[in-house]
């Protein structure tokens, strides 16, 4: 695939790889995700002073680019796996009020998503959902002008950092019906809000967070009331595209280490790279990694046509990297031996990230439904 990027677009990859590159070494990781706070509110704020939580946004949101952007960003934030919650609270909260805001959200919490001021995490996924986003126990009862939320989000990734949430609830209908799913914005710190805040396998940080009796204005809804799905559907292909651009990210770094390693490890007085055997699992872990680019770069360029073709190369794109992690993610490790498990290796974290990844807004399996359903539909 011929995929030229701009000057511009050159200039954020620059930007980004330049910072990660300087402050996210694996030391400095692995010293960040022990911490109390598993992350690094100084980096957010330089995030927001480079324009880097700008670059989604149109020029009319006070941002300068699009899902391109956001691509070039997750990429580079896979070859450092960085924790900071870019994709909760840029691209899938940001995107929600893009598509969906009135004037007024646009301009008080996209602004605050540039500036770094606010961060918001996405709290959609239910403890029964199984991937199905109108699978929603969590209601939203209206009240006069008001809305009361009741409900249970499971695994809302960067909750302990953020400040606003993002959640999907029922307003109307059955549990799976798919109309009756609004969206709504809600203060962290409101009344009836609680959170269960935990580490991840993968160095991040989620909570299950609890909503008992929370009332929210009218004025929080995103969009349509009853009608959120269609836009919750085009939001988390948007973060499942960038989620695979940070895989793609995290696999280039990985087949460079085992790479490295290889020619470095000797066996029998031999680097093992020197094996045949090895140099072609190696030569496999490379054309996986070059077929997972073009596949990104296709879902990503995709995401603006039509609800069918967004979600068929989305998902083909999701089955293409799920698979290939795996592949490069487990033949690493076998390449490493026992150390590649370890904390003292970076290739056992790039391992588990990309093990995470596979699963993450819907596993190879859902997404290989999704695509067959389309197809033949």
Request: aromatic content about 8%; hydrophobic content about 40%; proline content about 2%.
């Amino acid at each position: 695939m011929d995929f030229d990027f701009t000057d511009e677009q050159n200039m954020v990859r620059d930007g980004i790889s330049r910072l990660i590159r300087e402050q996210y070494d694996f030391d400095t990781r692995r010293n960040v995700i022990a911490s109390e706070s598993g992350w690094r509110p100084e980096l957010w704020a330089q995030l927001a002073e480079l324009g880097m939580l700008a670059a989604p946004f149109s020029e009319e949101d006070g941002g300068f680019g699009g899902a391109t952007e956001a691509m070039i960003i997750m990429e580079e934030f896979g070859k450092g796996l960085a924790v900071e919650p870019f994709i909760p609270s840029v691209v899938c909260a940001g995107g929600l009020l893009k598509h969906g805001g009135n004037s007024a959200q646009r301009e008080e919490y996209i602004g605050g998503i540039i500036s770094g001021e606010m961060i918001f995490a996405f709290a959609y996924a239910e403890p029964r959902g199984r991937y199905d986003l109108a699978n929603l126990e969590t209601s939203a009862k209206a009240d006069g002008g008001d809305y009361i939320l009741n409900g249970h989000k499971a695994v809302v990734i960067g909750a302990p950092w953020a400040t606003h949430l993002v959640v999907t609830a029922r307003t109307s209908g059955g549990q799976t019906d798919k109309d009756g799913v609004s969206v709504f914005v809600v203060d962290k710190a409101a009344q009836g809000v609680s959170t269960r805040d935990y580490a991840t396998v993968d160095g991040r940080r989620a909570s299950e967070v609890y909503f008992e009796n929370v009332k929210v204005s009218g004025d929080a809804l995103i969009g349509e009331a009853g009608n959120g799905l269609p836009l919750i559907e085009k939001v988390v292909d948007e973060a499942t595209a960038a989620v695979c651009a940070e895989a793609v990210g995290a696999m280039k770094v990985t087949n460079e280490t085992t790479l490295d390693y290889s020619r470095q490890r000797k066996q029998f007085g031999t680097p093992i790279g020197s094996f045949q055997v090895l140099q072609h699992r190696m030569a496999d872990m490379l054309m996986e990694y070059e077929q997972s680019v073009s596949m990104c770069y296709l879902a990503t360029i995709k995401l603006d046509e039509d609800d069918a073709t967004r979600k068929k190369n989305v998902s083909a794109a999701k089955v293409r990297i799920g698979q290939a992690g795996r592949f490069i993610g487990q033949s690493a490790i076998q390449t490493h031996g026992g150390m590649g498990m370890t904390d003292e290796l970076a290739v056992g974290s790039y391992f588990k990230r990309l093990s995470i990844i596979e699963g993450e807004f819907g596993s190879v399996d859902h997404h290989m439904r999704r695509h067959i359903a389309l197809t033949a539909g």
